[in-house]
């Protein structure tokens, strides 16, 4: 354990009930031993009553649920013709919201979830009867908006819609989320309603800015917040390193630590970055705990679980329902665990692995010490830059501002696909268009209609395909098409994956895994989007695939200069081949070389880029033997830093680094991003350069390794076996751009 701090507990900040709530939801909520509200929900509630569009952005355990729900359960039993619609990003928290909704045993409330599983038959007795429809961003956009003519009595109605975990709605995912409010928005105009928009997400750094972009109104934030909260300590663990420098597996150290609180009874759960790292946990910590018994003499082994997607619906709720009611004493669980499902009354939470963002950190640390109760929560560090980073710096795990979160409705890669969809939904003029999707909408409009797509009448713009417009897109994918993989011998369906991920997730010979077990890929049939794989007797050995890649300039938006540097953001084209795989030996050592034949795939997307010139190179001493593995150095822990600037991964982005780039004519190191139009990630790389650049630098100067490893310089993505790489020059460069950038904090040393 290298770092441990307690944060103190908080005492509540409460209000009475306000005068305005209806007698009969005072009376449920006096039931459910609620007499006064914290000050955030009080805020909430006054706010949405007015009509104001709010997004409440508090801490986890907040009471965020009843923030949003006493204003419109208040409106429904004052008329029970108000229709509310709740979006939530996952079904499992619609129907945990469902629960609750009933929980308060209110007659006029008629509260459903309906999901892409629900029967046709049951949509069409919800359609008649519900006032509260609890669904998630995916069935919005592929049955009720599509299909609007039915659903036009409730959109008449529409008074509130609430949008939970609004954090979650960001890159790609969050971009296109933000096309289908608009579009919901548009529908609920036509058929006479303006709702008042009610979002609530965990901690970000740009809560009101993020809601206003999501569905294109001014919302103001609710930050403060009123609740209790009880001790806590937070701890960072650190994997030992044998003598040879390899650390510890942070599975297994992880594992250890819930054995360890489950043998003294604390009620934990422990949050994996994978269903298979899920699952290992559990095993690891099972055997650990072989021979021991609780105090009822049970096995303790029986009282550990894997709460993970893949499984049964029915099998999920009863694990819940262990969990909350105390049977279960340890859970290794995905992040299906960390959005506002009920599980209060642990006492411990084991992260394995930095999550990605300060949003998911405290998401996860608050499960813990629900309603006051002291807890744990400790953070077992991975090989991975950011992990090390809060390593050797630990005071930054508490006091760094939350990350932004990043969407891009004007990507056009999204935004055409979806005015297609408005079109289809509802002829759709120029103007409209420009007011509701912004600047650029016109032109793909009428570009459309160039190319036969749509057709114009009377000024409005209508689909003229035979099938439905929202047909062609993914809103959790970046590619519409997707590349089955198929287990030959039974002809079994186990997954699919995009087209461009499938050249290097499912390339003939990669080693796949689905749901704890190993396949070989067989085959790669590109042509009829099939990837053939096999399960062996025995394991197979690991893979890393092997890639090109070059990036071309299309246009330049903007540009800044730092003494002699060039900060660059435009468009790039992007073409990337797959060529060949490494098989891997368990240490990760290349014991074979396998070439392939697969076709370049192109990506148009965003970027940021930065140009050396000659002089600046010849004053840091990089010379030509030492400047490719610098400035791939360089890229490859900036690219793994970005996501404490902005809420993503470093699997949202790609990068690129040349001694002499042929558009720039100097050397020039890329960050794009990893999706077709941008994700508006790079664009935030621009925009904060020298706060960026310094995190690179101060990462690769705390790094104790002598020439580079997983924790600063090394990529897992790397496509060319993170070769070459030099850490030296690296620091230089880095020290060399945070000082032209004039950032405050520490001045890097170049010495």
């Given amino acids: 354990m290298v770092h441990r701090v307690r944060l103190p507990e908080r005492d509540a900040r409460a209000v009475p009930l306000p005068a305005a709530i209806d007698d009969l939801l005072r009376q449920r909520l006096a039931l459910h031993g609620i007499t006064q509200l914290w000050s955030h929900q009080a805020e909430m509630f006054a706010r949405a009553r007015s009509g104001h569009h709010t997004i409440a952005a508090t801490g986890t355990a907040s009471g965020k649920s009843l923030a949003y729900q006493l204003p419109v359960l208040d409106a429904i039993l004052r008329d029970d013709a108000t229709f509310v619609l709740y979006l939530a990003p996952t079904k499992a928290l619609a129907h945990d919201q469902l629960r609750s909704l009933r929980a308060f045993r209110l007659p006029a409330v008629r509260a459903a979830a309906i999901d892409g599983d629900t029967p046709t038959g049951d949509r069409d007795a919800i359609r008649r009867t519900a006032n509260v429809l609890l669904t998630n961003p995916d069935l919005l956009h592929y049955s009720l908006l599509t299909d609007h003519r039915r659903w036009a009595t409730l959109l008449h109605r529409l008074a509130y819609v609430v949008v939970d975990e609004a954090h979650t709605a960001r890159g790609v995912f969050g971009s296109h989320v933000a096309l289908v409010l608009r579009r919901l928005r548009r529908l609920a105009a036509h058929y006479g309603s303006e709702p008042t928009w009610l979002f609530a997400s965990a901690t970000i750094g740009n809560p009101a800015e993020h809601a206003s972009r999501l569905v294109g109104l001014d919302v103001a934030a609710v930050t403060d917040d009123g609740a209790p909260r009880g001790a806590r300590d937070v701890a960072i663990w650190q994997p030992p390193q044998d003598a040879d420098g390899t650390r510890a597996s942070t599975l297994t150290e992880a594992a250890r630590l819930l054995a360890a609180f489950v043998t003294a009874g604390v009620r934990t759960l422990v949050f994996a970055q994978s269903r298979k790292a899920a699952e290992v946990i559990t095993l690891i910590a099972r055997d650990r705990l072989a021979g021991r018994h609780g105090d009822d003499g049970a096995p303790l082994g029986r009282r550990l679980a894997t709460y993970r997607a893949g499984y049964l619906a029915d099998d999920r709720r009863e694990l819940e329902r262990r ?59 991975r090989d991975d830059p950011i992990d090390q980073f809060f390593v050797s710096a630990p005071d930054e795990l508490l006091t760094r501002e939350p990350e932004d979160a990043i969407i891009d409705p004007a990507n056009p890669y999204l935004l055409a696909p979806h005015l297609r969809c408005a079109c289809q939904e509802l002829g759709l003029t120029a103007d409209e268009a420009h007011a509701m999707f912004g600047p650029t909408a016109a032109t793909h409009l009428r570009d459309d209609a160039d190319s036969g797509v749509l057709r114009v009448r009377d000024e409005r713009y209508l689909w003229v395909g035979r099938k439905r417009a929202a047909a062609a897109i993914n809103l959790r994918s970046t590619s519409d098409r997707r590349i089955r993989i198929v287990e030959r011998d039974t002809g079994q369906v186990i997954g699919d994956v995009d087209e461009p991920r499938a050249h290097h997730q499912v390339h003939q010979g990669a080693n796949y895994l689905h749901q704890g077990r190993q396949f070989l890929v067989d085959e790669l049939d590109l042509d009829q989007g099939i990837a053939f794989v096999d399960e062996p007797p025995t394991a197979p050995p690991r893979t890393r695939p092997r890639h090109d890649t070059d990036v071309a300039i299309t246009w330049v938006r903007n540009e800044r200069a730092f003494g002699a540097v060039r900060v660059v953001f435009g468009a790039v084209r992007v073409t990337t081949q797959v060529t060949g795989f490494d098989v891997l030996a368990d240490d990760d050592t290349v014991v074979d070389r396998v070439d392939l034949s697969l076709p370049p795939v192109t990506l148009d997307t965003m970027a940021s880029w930065y140009v050396l010139p000659d002089d600046i190179l010849r004053t840091l001493g990089l010379r030509p033997p030492q400047l490719a593995g610098t400035l791939h150095a360089a890229e490859h822990v900036a690219i793994g830093m970005l996501g404490l600037i902005a809420l993503c991964d470093r699997w949202d982005l790609g990068g690129l680094s040349t001694v002499r780039h042929p558009d720039t004519g100097n050397a020039t190191v890329f960050i794009y991003d990893a999706a077709p139009g941008g994700a508006g990630l790079s664009e935030r790389a621009h925009a904060r350069f020298g706060e960026h650049q310094h995190l690179a630098w101060q990462r690769v100067a705390d790094c104790s390794c002598p020439r580079g490893c997983p924790s600063c310089i090394q990529s897992p993505k790397c496509g060319n076996g993170n070769e070459p790489l030099d850490k030296a020059g690296a620091r230089e460069l880095l020290a060399h751009l945070v000082a032209a950038a004039g950032t405050g904090g520490t001045t890097p040393s170049t010495t």
């Fill in 323 to 381: 969990l909350r009611e105390g049977d279960l004493l340890g859970v290794a669980a995905t992040d299906a665990l960390e959005l506002g499902i009920d599980v209060s009354g642990l006492d411990a939470v084991v992260l394995a692995g930095w999550p990605g963002t300060s949003a998911s950190f405290w998401q996860r640390v608050g499960r813990a010490g629900r309603h006051g109760a002291p807890a744990v929560a400790v953070l077992v560090a």
